[in-house]
């Protein structure tokens, strides 16, 4: 099958993954190609099926990432379909999505262009439900997550931002340390049309400092008077955890800000088979799950 933006067709390999199986699939337009690992749900019949997108950080693989987030076991129990996007040493040294290059920030350009492709390739494969189609990220992966929320507002009906970055935080790569450790190093631009966007951020995370969290729900958020409730917890491995709800009145736009107490920079209750991982936290990725399915 063709693919958009003038894609090739795609060549399709199984492999498994424990006991769960993953379909081996490659997406290739005009600004490059990426391969990336599909999970399908054992249980996938005539009815539409959600997608999530999970773009994994910097040094990490589809794999490790499909791992440390145990996402293919939630997709297996929910019933939906979850695309892995794999960065390649030759786009980045550091398997980092280029999400602090211009060319790679903007609609139809660069990796954007490539994820939301694939995204596109999947939903045309497969029997998805287009009104239920999600993108979520852990550090790069999380600022590329932003990206794609800011620029396909039109397919990603929710956004999920694990210790990442709002779009436009930097313009190079010099400037991404920056952004990094001090957040954004100029005013952000605003999203034209607010996805829902759900946050998790360690306040002791000295890799992308918390800072960073802050300004993603900050740029995700409409210009209308919003209702902010506060939930104050504590994980079953004993993190606390602040988390703060924001709703628009008529509640067609919420967003979760949880800022996790005393947590580095690493994935909220994750599996520690996977790299970047913290057992202790509460699920990010079933927590990512149930904000997804309440919105569509």
Known sequence: MTGYFGAAPTKTRGRSIGHLHALERRFRNEAGSRAYNLFVPSAHGKCPLPLVVMLHGCSQSARDFAIGTRM???AEEHGFLVAYPDQPRSANLAKSWNWFRDGDQRRDQ???S???GLTRQVMGDFHIDPARVYVAGLSAGGAAAAVLALAYPDIYAAVGIHS???????GSAAQAFSAMHRGALSELRQATQSVPTIVFHGDRDRTV???NGDQAIAQAKPDVELVTSVIEGCSDGGMAYTQTVLTQPNGRWTSEHWVLHGA???WAGGDPAGSHTDPAGPDASREMLRFFQSHS
């Open 164 to 170: 990442g970055l709002a779009c436009g935080s930097a």
């Open 72 to 74: 293919d076991e939630l």
């Open 114 to 116: 490539i994820l939301a």
């Open 110 to 112: 660069g990796e954007p």
């Open 264 to 266: 580095d920079h690493a």
């Open 209 to 211: 400092a918390h800072i």
